[in-house]
């Protein structure tokens, strides 16, 4: 059995408790932090403490680390929609940036040995319109979102510098998988699947110029976006990782493979992109592959998310 605890922010939300679950089956100490906005308590396993904090409380979230005394935080909460960010800025870096520095803060004051942090490759680089983005690419920030997550890998950055708190940065695709909300404004796999179930047709946004298939998403599977963090949490680790899969998928392609994972036939409608939205973004995963082996496959991820669906609808 370790002794090293792992307090994970967002921990109620999809990411966040895949992360919980695979840190359990590593024998860590695990605990939730999270304010349920978009989250659910049945998402935190069983047993596993839940505290039900707003990151943008300083107070709230000191106490909840002062509490839990975590080795290791992994950072998950955040105001994750990048159309929400174009149409509240504020109210995003509130969560992103400000809560992100409260927890960096009661780091600081306990005895927290390494923040793993949830960025984002799918928005950080910007439009990628050939090949792949590596993680010495240049970021260029489209969105409010994207560019709150820069600035809070930056402050990471200057923490590991100012007062020595060790810090790992992963940037993640876009990200599908069980228990991801088909309510919110991201998450096309959850969207798709609920809307192919109920026989109500899905929407490409196409592409402005280009107008076909919809905007082309390297899409990664929840479980190795949770072994990412895992392996993270701990030892020598990049202190900036890709989580992808370098494959290129359009929306429809997407569409059309989870339809025909879940056994239903697709219908589509064509509409207009959404502000903040990119045309392309793909990651390079050679850093990935070296340090965690192969991702999954989309065919193999969308099977195993049917199943998982499948499994929800009896
Ligand atoms: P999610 O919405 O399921 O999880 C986020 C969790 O954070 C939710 O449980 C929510 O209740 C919680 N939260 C939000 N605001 C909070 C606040 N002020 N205080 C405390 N908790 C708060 O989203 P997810 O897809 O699991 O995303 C997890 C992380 O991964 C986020 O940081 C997101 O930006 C990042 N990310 C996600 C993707 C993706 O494709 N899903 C891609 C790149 C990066």
Same mark, same amino acid.
């Given at each position: 059995?370790?002794?090293?605890?792992?307090?994970?922010?967002?921990?109620?939300?999809?990411?966040?408790?895949?992360?919980?679950?695979?840190?359990?089956?590593?024998?860590?100490?695990?605990?939730?932090?999270?304010?349920?906005?978009?989250?659910?308590?049945?998402?935190?396993?069983?047993?596993?403490?839940?505290?039900?904090?707003?990151?943008?409380?300083?107070?709230?979230?000191?106490?909840? =680390?002062?509490?839990?005394?975590?080795?290791?935080?992994?950072?998950?909460?955040?105001?994750?929609?990048?159309?929400?960010?174009?149409?509240?800025?504020?109210?995003?870096?509130?969560?992103?940036?400000?809560?992100?520095?409260?927890?960096?803060?009661?780091?600081?004051?306990?005895? =927290?040995?390494?923040?793993?942090?949830?960025?984002?490759?799918?928005?950080?680089?910007?439009?990628?319109?050939?090949?792949?983005?590596?993680?010495?690419?240049?970021?260029?920030?489209?969105?409010?979102?994207?560019?709150?997550?820069?600035?809070?890998?930056?402050?990471?950055?200057?923490?590991?510098?100012?007062?020595?708190?060790?810090?790992?940065?992963?940037?993640?695709?876009?990200?599908?998988?069980?228990?991801?909300?088909?309510?919110?404004?991201?998450?096309?796999?959850?969207?798709?699947?609920?809307?192919?179930?109920?026989?109500?047709?899905?929407?490409?946004?196409?592409?402005?110029?280009?107008?076909?298939?919809?905007?082309?998403?390297?899409?990664?599977?929840?479980?190795?976006?949770?072994?990412?963090?895992?392996?993270?949490?701990?030892?020598?680790?990049?202190?900036?990782?890709?989580?992808?899969?370098?494959?290129?998928?359009?929306?429809?392609?997407?569409?059309?493979?989870?339809?025909?994972?879940?056994?239903?036939?697709?219908?589509?409608?064509?509409?207009?992109?959404?502000?903040?939205?990119?045309?392309?973004? =793909?990651?390079?995963?050679?850093?990935?592959?070296?340090?965690?082996?192969?991702?999954?496959?989309?065919?193999?991820?969308?099977?195993?998310?049917?199943?998982?669906?499948?499994?929800?609808?009896?």
């Amino acid at each position: 059995m370790r002794n090293e605890r792992m307090l994970v922010t967002g921990g109620a939300g999809f990411i966040g408790s895949h992360i919980i679950e695979a840190a359990l089956a590593q024998g860590w100490s695990v605990a939730a932090l999270d304010d349920l906005s978009g989250g659910h308590r049945e998402n935190v396993p069983a047993g596993v403490p839940l505290y039900e904090v707003d990151i943008r409380s300083g107070e709230s979230v000191r106490a909840a =680390v002062a509490d839990f005394q975590p080795t290791v935080i992994s950072h998950q909460a955040a105001q994750a929609s990048v159309s929400v960010s174009v149409r509240e800025p504020v109210f995003d870096a509130e969560v992103n940036i400000i809560g992100g520095l409260n927890v960096l803060g009661a780091a600081l004051e306990s005895d =927290v040995q390494r923040i793993v942090f949830a960025s984002t490759g799918g928005a950080i680089y910007g439009e990628v319109p050939q090949g792949t983005a590596d993680e010495h690419t240049a970021e260029w920030p489209y969105s409010p979102y994207a560019t709150s997550k820069l600035a809070f890998e930056k402050y990471l950055e200057t923490f590991q510098q100012q007062y020595g708190l060790d810090s790992v940065v992963l940037r993640y695709a876009n990200v599908y998988g069980p228990r991801q909300n088909p309510h919110g404004e991201a998450g096309v796999v959850a969207i798709f699947a609920e809307r192919l179930l109920s026989g109500q047709p899905l929407q490409i946004n196409a592409r402005s110029e280009l107008g076909d298939g919809g905007c082309l998403r390297d899409y990664v599977y929840v479980g190795d976006v949770a072994r990412a963090n895992i392996a993270a949490a701990s030892g020598d680790f990049p202190r900036r990782l890709n989580v992808g899969t370098a494959t290129e998928t359009s929306t429809q392609d997407l569409g059309d493979q989870l339809a025909q994972a879940l056994g239903v036939e697709a219908t589509l409608t064509f509409a207009s992109a959404r502000a903040g939205d990119l045309q392309r973004s =793909v990651l390079d995963d050679a850093l990935f592959r070296q340090v965690l082996g192969a991702p999954l496959s989309l065919a193999e991820g969308l099977k195993r998310t049917a199943q998982w669906i499948r499994s929800q609808s009896l």
